[in-house]
């Protein structure tokens, strides 16, 4: 998919005559406070520190990408072009970078972070949105707070994650499952998939639409440029 990914993104390039361009890209890790400002929740990710945000900024337009993996980024788009992107650190640059210069061509919106009450607002746009899809049983893969807090008051919720420090426990009465070994049982128990945009980034992204097809609805930044790309369904009414 990744293949996939970056020629549809130097065809772009190509098509708006950048590729023999030399453009600066630069990435930076944003502190919580400059990615998020300050939402009423304590819980999220980034502000315990296991995740940041990648910030891209292309002639004036900025991409982000959640990453765990995190630290500065200078070099033309060729080199982001051209890059492997055999880890979490240089997905991120790579997908900051697409969402920065999809963002500049006018080819997306949303590629910046909510702030301050954004994410908590973001969360009754969630309930509305859900309570128009006709659906009883949610996978959230990813555990976001807000989201996990409106699913499990309205749905049959199951929670997929990544970090160790949230596997085995409860979280709004959910108790939080191991998103490597039972993501297959629970996308396949699931009428819908709440998947974060990270995905792209930690590279579980292709098992995932693998295992949960068309039930996918990706939500967050990260996510952007590829969602336009591939027309896959995306959640994030509150980016800016």
Known sequence: MYREIKDRFEKIVAEHNLLDETVTIRAKPLTPEEAIGNPESEDFPILKGHERLMQAEF????????????????????????????????????????????????????????????????????????????????????????????????????ILDLDKENIGKEKFGVVVLDGDKNAREVLKWCDLALVTGTTVVNGTIEQILEMAGEKVVFYGISIAGVAQLFDLNRFCPRST
């Open 59 to 158: 002639k004036g337009s900025f991409g982000q990408a959640f990453t765990d993996m995190h630290g500065d980024f200078e070099g033309t788009l060729q080199d982001v072009l051209y890059m492997e992107l055999n880890n979490n650190f240089r997905r991120a640059i790579f997908i900051s970078t697409l969402n920065a210069v999809m963002r500049n061509l006018g080819l997306i919106e949303g590629s910046v972070h909510c702030k301050d009450r954004g994410p908590e607002e973001c969360g009754q746009d969630l309930v509305e949105f859900l309570e128009g899809c006709k659906i009883s049983r949610i996978a959230l893969v990813g555990f976001q707070p807000v989201h996990a807090r409106c699913c499990s008051g309205s749905h049959e919720l199951k």
